[in-house]
């Protein structure tokens, strides 16, 4: 895989454009590689007990999926040198069926002294942001 | 009993050492979807110059919620896991995260607030391994309060 060359980069460029599809399954296996068995993202009953629709996705599930297109464009994902996000809405997976997320990465910043570039994420269900300020700085070749 | 604003500024001893290992590396970066070999063959991620097979850019996750537990799971410090949501989360890799790491991670309370009966809590996991520092993780919980 190639890695992007910063005299090649312009602000606002797409960098790449994903959709992924949650469902129950996906979540119990990450469940099972982070050891986060927090009930709420697979028992409805816990769930709907503490004030939610139903079954939502863990927030770091989300974040871990939305990041792989700038890991990809970069050619290298030990070239991620920071990673931040606020988590603005739940994501919550039905049953039968799945949840689609929507992830867009543009190009928001380059710092040539540094050899760094800012990826900017939006990270939407159904046109709503379910992160905010998803923003990945990344070192480039 | 709500959040327990004097455990801010705490910081906590050095954890057990955390041992990175290929197939966890290859069974969490299949969880989140992250196909780029350097996660799951060692020959690609020495290609790119990395050791061993690295960790996917939020696997530190997994090292500092065991770090974070300590805060968490003590009573006294009044966190209702029932009550929390998962505000922010922030990753810095001073060094990607590979396999055959021991990691130890410190783990900071950087702040409690509280402001109408939501109580914002933020930690900060230091992780290093022999040769330096690793990553920091930083984590912000929101704990709603018993009338909220």
Request: with cysteine; net charge negative.
């Amino acid at each position: 895989m190639s890695r992007p060359s910063i005299a090649d980069l312009t602000i606002g460029q797409s960098v790449a454009q994903r959709t992924i599809t949650v469902g129950r399954a996906d979540l119990v296996r990450y469940a099972g590689a982070s050891k986060d068995f927090n009930p709420i993202h697979w028992n409805d009953r816990f769930a709907r007990e503490v004030g939610l629709p139903g079954v939502i996705a863990h927030g770091m599930f989300t974040m871990g999926q939305a990041v792989n297109v700038v890991s990809d464009w970069a050619g290298d994902p030990g070239a991620i040198l920071e990673y931040g996000v606020r988590f603005t809405r739940p994501v919550p997976v039905p049953d039968p069926g799945h949840a689609t997320v929507e992830v867009d990465a543009v190009l928001a910043a380059v710092d040539t002294e540094a050899g760094t570039a800012r990826v900017d994420l939006t990270v939407a269900v159904d046109g709503a942001r379910v992160l905010g300020k998803a923003q990945v700085l990344v070192a480039l070749g | 009993m709500g959040v327990n604003l004097s455990y801010a500024g705490r910081a906590y001893p050095p954890t057990q050492p955390y041992a990175v290992g290929r197939e966890h590396l290859h069974d969490f970066a299949l969880a989140v979807g992250a196909h780029h070999p350097a996660h799951h063959d060692a020959d690609a991620a020495r290609a790119l110059g990395h050791p061993d097979v690295i960790a996917s850019p939020t696997f530190a996750v997994v090292i500092a919620q065991r770090a974070e537990a300590q805060l968490i799971s003590d009573p006294e410090a009044g966190i209702d896991f029932s009550r929390v949501v998962h505000a922010e989360e922030r990753f810095t890799h001073h060094r990607p995260i590979h396999a055959g790491d021991e990691l130890v991670t410190v783990l900071h309370v950087d702040s409690i607030t509280e402001r109408s009966g939501l109580a914002m809590v933020t930690t900060r996991c230091e992780i290093t391994a022999d040769d330096g520092k690793v990553a920091t993780v930083v984590s912000t919980l929101a704990v709603r309060g018993e009338d909220a």
